[in-house]
Nanobody
Framework: QVQLVESGGGLAQAGGSLRLSCAIS????????LGWFRQAPGKEREFVAA????????NYADFAKGRFTISRDNAKNTVYLQMNSLKPEDAAAYYC?????????????????????WGQGTQVNVSS
């Protein structure tokens, strides 16, 4: 099973930035589609962004477009989520996830149930 460990959460001011990192088991890193999800208290876990195995294809939730950027460094077995222009409503626990399934074309899953392995989460708080 893939192991994932997130870091980089914390407190940011509205309008500020944070960069989340997720370190992934070395052996399987290149085999995974990687995604970020978030979950606020009392709400369902929601998709934030995903990136292909090669790093050449990515997709974002509407709220993340233009503000968040997902990237991966295959040499470091790490996926990142750069979050800019943070808003109080971005406060949540952020989780990285890995999907070992092969999909044809440029499809990247956006539903949590498609992902096989999850990290423990890192908390992001945004002050207004």
């Amino acid at each position: 099973q893939v192991q994932l460990v997130e870091s980089g959460g914390g407190l940011a001011q509205a309008g500020g930035s944070l960069r989340l990192s997720c370190a992934i088991s070395k052996r399987t890193f290149r085999l995974n589609i990687l995604g970020w999800f978030r979950q606020a208290p009392g709400k369902e876990r929601e998709f934030v962004a995903a990136i292909s195995r090669s790093g050449e294809v990515s997709n974002y939730a509407d709220f993340a477009k233009g503000r968040f950027t997902i990237s991966r460094d295959n040499a470091k077995n790490t996926v990142y989520l750069q979050m800019n222009s943070l808003k109080p409503e971005d406060a949540a626990a952020y989780y990285c996830a890995a999907d070992m399934t092969y999909y044809s074309g440029t499809y990247l899953p956006t539903t949590a149930s498609k992902y096989d392995s999850w990290g423990q989460g890192t908390q992001v708080n945004v002050s207004s």
